[in-house]
């Protein structure tokens, strides 16, 4: 079992930076691989980022490369979403999640079906 709780979201000017921040609980963590999605206002939950459980390797979608960086701490149980120049098209729930596999291919990171456990969420609004 694997509980999560992200944070860090908040209201944020246009090219500012934010730092989203998942907590992990449960014995397995560092065993797992981890996903940042977001899910815009009347729109499917999207694959973000995620990384393989021994931080050898991260994935991202090719629209977000150089803006979104992920990175994990397996001692503490944290996940972390760094998220600079943001646009207005960022506004979404972001949202952290944990898989059943150890890492990738990104075929399987990707989709929501690759995970088991996500968290509630934490609300980034990007203002002009």
């Known amino acids: 079992q694997v509980q999560l709780v992200e944070s860090g979201g908040g209201l944020v000017q246009a090219g500012g930076s934010l730092r989203l921040s998942c907590a992990a609980s449960?014995?397995?963590?560092?065993?797992?691989?981890m996903g940042w999605f977001r899910q815009a206002p009347g729109k499917e939950r999207n694959f973000v980022a995620a990384i393989n459980a021994n931080s050898t390797a991260t994935y991202y979608v090719d629209s977000m490369k150089g803006r979104f960086t992920i990175s994990r701490d397996n001692a503490g149980k944290m996940v972390y979403l760094l998220v600079n120049s943001l646009k207005l098209e960022d506004t979404a729930v972001y949202y952290c999640?944990?898989?059943?596999?150890?890492?990738?291919?990104?075929?399987?990171?990707?989709?929501?079906?690759?995970?088991?456990?996500w968290g509630q969420g934490t609300q980034v609004t990007v203002s002009s």
């Open positions: 449960g014995r397995t963590f560092s065993s797992n691989a």
């Open positions: 999640a944990a898989s059943s596999f150890a890492e990738g291919p990104m075929g399987i990171l990707a989709a929501t079906s690759g995970y088991n456990y």
